[in-house]
């Protein structure tokens, strides 16, 4: 009988350890794509030194196009069928617009400078996957033809998991229920496709990239200046400090100028030595001081970080 508890405790201890292993089901939030929001009036165009912008305005679609809101909700019910956990982007919008004061107050900051709207509720939100939808609905008399397009997207890197598209024509069934349908018949290769991709991240660490500028008027160059003169430059040593923190040495040169050292797909855990949840800037917070020590240069955060982005500024008054 021992043998037999024995035997049954080390199976349940090798099933909970196997388990532990998996990584968690990802959170995911579902964005109208740039196209629908541009098919549809509402994105805006800047010319920013000669190059067209277009800026999505998130709040108009929901407001002004009845629609969107119940094919995001459509596309949500079916993947939390699946497991996934959502955030919801009309109720982080009205969050975000609740906020705005705070939001402008970090404005004169320059903490929120250079950021989309599309940066600044994932960085709200800090989802792991983007879904981006397009959907068309067009009335035949009392039927509806309704196609659709989904991509999922690494929140973090904008890294390309997976995508589907499906059509139902001459349905009778209202918008969400066709919607729900079509969706749920494709969502097989799809959602094992964004598993497979989250597996990868927690077993190698979250894709990331940080970026080093040179400050105006501080004569650094990333190429030639030198650590104590024993050869390395400046770039030398940011590379090795980013290889030396990241899972597995992962890391990848960027641009690589006088001016900028940009290293990406830079790997990252998703938890710090505590459990707790490890944002990028946390986890390259160290290098200002490491930097510093080398150099005596002072290095600050720089503007314009994003989920997935982390900025610096190197030799800052």
Known sequence: MKRIVTLLSLALGMI???????????TIIVFPDDAWMNENGFMTTINNNGETEYLPRYNDAFVQNSEIGTAI???????????????????????MKRERAEELA??????ASEKGAMDELLQQAKPDIRIDLHYTAKEVGPRKNISFRLKAVDAYCNDQISSC?????????????????????????????????????????????????????????FLRDEIKKDGDTYNDFLYD???DHAINKS???????KNLCEFKNVRIPFFDDHKEPIEPEDWARSVRKDFRKETGIKVAKGQGNTLGRVNFLVGVE
């Open 73 to 95: 909700q459509s596309v949500q019910k079916v993947l939390e069928e699946r497991g996934f956990q959502h955030e919801d982007l009309q109720n982080l919008l009205k969050d």
């Open 241 to 243: 400090w980013v290889k």
């Open 106 to 111: 970090n404005l004169a900051d320059g903490d």
């Open 16 to 26: 909970f350890s196997s388990s532990a292993q998996q990584a968690a089901m990802p």
């Open 165 to 221: 598209e499906g059509t139902v024509e001459m349905t009778l069934d209202p918008l969400d229920l066709a919607l729900r349908k079509v969706i749920a018949g494709k969502m097989d290769e799809f959602c094992a496709q964004i598993m497979n991709y989250f597996q990868d991240l927690h077993d190698n660490g979250r894709k990331i990239t940080v970026v080093f500028r040179t400050a105006e008027g501080s004569g650094i160059n």
């Open 251 to 257: 890391a990848k040169k960027g641009r690589q100028t």
